[in-house]
T-cell receptor
Framework: RKEVEQDPGPFNVPEGATVAFNCTYS??????FFWYRQDCRKEPKLLMS???SGNEDGRFTAQLNRASQYISLLIRDSKLSDSATYLC??????????FGAGTTVTVRA | DTAVSQTPKYLVTQMGNDKSIKCEQN?????MYWYKQDSKKFLKIMFS???????INETVPNRFSPKSPDKAHLNLHINSLELGDSAVYFC?????????????FGPGTRLTVT
């Protein structure tokens, strides 16, 4: 079983729609959780960290469910510029980040 | 100002050759990483250095050898290149090693082995 699993999508949504997707992780000792964004042929960039209490950054909301070992990302009022691959990233209690393969979101006009 | 830079951006070479990729960060970070992203888009950690000390060495063929001359640089040398080495290689850095530390990625080096 992979350490981090994501639905690859693609999620094709119209502008203004809400899109949400999850990521599951296998190691219950995982301590830090992140969503990174990767545009086509570019490097990954941190979108947001995910805290136990859940957190919001503008139109983006991240949730963590430790009991079921998943994190989620919700994007409200989608913009064309939100089209990207969203990488779920999990950090155990060591130096390594484990990346999911990404969920592709395409926002259409 | 470029935070994490890599050279070259593209590298096309033949099987059996030896090549190097260079990485530099000007963020003052202590920790640097090399990742490989294959055609299936999985990003896999290869190596990590903290203050010039190797702290992560994943199961990578010993044809791959990292070298950190100082904490701002982490280079990757690859001997006897194989077709399967074709991928995008990302360098990254973080302020400290460990839980919760955001990583900043370089633009990637697209390696094609023919």
């Amino acid at each position: 079983r992979k350490e981090v699993e994501q639905d690859p999508g693609p999620f094709n949504v119209p502008e203004g729609a809400t899109v949400a997707f999850n990521c599951t992780y296998s190691n219950s000792a995982s301590q830090s959780f992140f969503w990174y964004r990767q545009d086509c042929r570019k490097e990954p960039k941190l979108l947001m960290s995910v805290y136990s209490s859940g957190n919001e950054d503008g139109r983006f909301t991240a949730q963590l469910n430790r009991a079921s070992q998943y994190i989620s990302l919700l994007i409200r009022d989608s913009k064309l510029s939100d089209s990207a691959t969203y990488l779920c990233v999990v950090n155990r209690n060591d130096y390594k980040l484990s990346f999911g393969a990404g969920t592709t979101v395409t926002v259409r006009a | 100002d470029t935070a994490v830079s890599q050279t070259p951006k593209y590298l096309v070479t033949q099987m059996g050759n030896d090549k190097s990729i260079k990485c530099e960060q000007n963020l003052g970070h202590d920790t640097m990483y090399w990742y490989k992203q294959d055609s299936k888009k999985f990003l896999k950690i290869m190596f990590s250095y903290n203050n010039k000390e190797l702290i992560i060495n994943e199961t990578v063929p010993n044809r791959f050898s990292p070298k950190s001359p100082d904490k701002a640089h982490l280079n990757l040398h690859i001997n006897s290149l194989e077709l399967g080495d074709s991928a995008v290689y990302f360098c990254a850095s973080s302020q400290v090693a460990g839980v919760g530390s955001e990583q900043y990625f370089g633009p990637g080096t697209r390696l094609t082995v023919t």
